[in-house]
């Protein structure tokens, strides 16, 4: 007998087939295999955070023609961050198949940047930017010292908390959020939540642990800030109706 699409789904994606005979079909809350799919659904969020949680935010901006209520802070810290994995690699010599879905990621943030600039009307500015932080980029990957990659690796959470503080500063002081993606922020918000659950599990160092729990905590007041915003936009426009 053939499998329903649902179970070929999950069964594919969520959890193994002795898990789906106990939740789904026999309605059973097994502790293990509960434990099995929040693990498997939270690494799906923090993939869908990693890859494609800027894609929307790119071409919302295209689309629309504008970067309105972007921080042009933000987004050159969060070019910071996502440069520290490629410039770690380089550096250790890792072989590019190790490392190659961090540089789409960093390419998605540094056509990010530019888009910034090109609809603040700074499109020269945006190209020089980029041709400077390539060859900037090529440098210190060919000569920074592992020593100084490692520090720089672990100096990127704390970068990317200030990006989304950035951020979020901006909307509050905007009183809108402009063209910040809901997807792009929604997906951030989620991948955040499983970094902090994953981080929880052995912790390491409290300190760090802290780190996650404010990057999570951050994401969760963009996300209410785009809600409440487009709410409140909404809420005006039909008075004015």
């Given at each position: 007998m053939a499998s329903s699409p649902l179970k070929h789904f999950l069964v594919t994606y969520l959890m193994p087939e002795k898990c789906y005979e106990r939740i789904v079909v026999k309605l059973q809350l097994d502790g293990p295999c509960l434990k099995f799919v929040l693990n498997r659904i939270l690494a799906l969020c923090i993939i869908m955070d990693t890859f494609v949680a800027q894609l929307p935010q790119l071409l919302k901006i295209v689309w629309?023609?504008?970067a309105e209520g972007l921080?042009?802070?933000?987004?050159?810290?969060?070019?910071?961050?996502?440069?520290?994995?490629?410039?770690?690699?380089?550096?250790?010599?890792?072989?590019?198949?190790?490392?190659?879905?961090?540089?789409?990621?960093?390419?998605?943030?540094?056509?990010?940047?530019?888009?910034?600039?090109?609809?603040?009307?700074?499109?020269?500015?945006?190209?020089?930017?980029?041709?400077?932080?390539?060859?900037?980029?090529?440098?210190?990957?060919s000569y920074t010292a592992k020593a100084v990659a490692s520090v720089l690796q672990d100096s990127r959470l704390a970068v990317l908390i200030a990006s989304k503080g950035f951020q979020a500063h901006t909307n509050y002081c905007s009183g809108h959020t402009g063209q910040l993606s809901t997807l792009s922020v929604f997906l951030s918000w989620t991948g955040s939540l499983g970094v902090l659950y994953?981080?929880?599990?052995?912790?390491?160092?409290?300190?760090?642990?802290?780190?996650?729990?404010?990057?999570?905590?951050?994401?969760?007041?963009?996300?209410?800030?785009?809600?409440?915003y487009r709410s409140s936009a909404a809420t005006t426009e039909k008075k004015s109706e």
């Open positions: 629309r023609g504008s921080s042009l802070t933000a987004g050159l810290l969060q070019l910071y961050a996502f440069s520290c994995p490629v410039v770690y690699a380089m550096a250790n010599n890792f072989p590019l198949f190790a490392w190659a879905e961090r540089f789409i990621v960093l390419a998605q943030t540094a056509a990010l940047v530019f888009l910034i600039l090109h609809y603040r009307g700074e499109t020269l500015k945006g190209i020089l930017l980029l041709l400077c932080y390539t060859g900037v980029m090529f440098l210190l990957g994953v981080s929880l599990q052995d912790i390491e160092s409290w300190f760090e642990a802290f780190l996650h729990v404010l990057s999570a905590c951050l994401s969760c007041v963009l996300l209410a800030q785009v809600l409440c």
